[in-house]
């Protein structure tokens, strides 16, 4: 079967659709979207386009270099596991903030 177009973004992927709880799907969600603005953000500054247009052109430039029909490039899959380790990282560090005060509210 022909995946499509450009090739899926495993790392992504993965992310999003594992198994989670309806609460913590939201919180990745918000994470996740948080992150990859940020991470876009960081991108953009630093590929030192002045106008939008240029900003879009050099941004595409960027997530397709070296892209095939079977896999995505380097900096594409760099981008987006950057992102994946971030929302991780964050998620983990909120789902122990949820759990310490939860179990430190129910001591009183």
Known sequence: MFPGFPPPDHAIRDLL??????????????????????KTKSVLESIGANS?????TKFREYMTTG?????VGHQ???FYEDIVCEVEE????????????????NQG
């Open 17 to 38: 659709t594992g198994s989670k709880h309806e609460d913590s799907e939201k919180t990745l969600m918000i994470h996740f979207l948080t992150v990859l603005f940020k």
């Open 52 to 56: 939008r247009s240029e900003r879009t």
């Open 67 to 71: 892209q095939n029909f079977e896999r």
């Open 76 to 78: 594409r899959q760099s």
């Open 90 to 105: 964050v998620c983990y560090v909120y789902h122990l903030t949820f759990v310490f005060l939860h179990f430190t509210e």
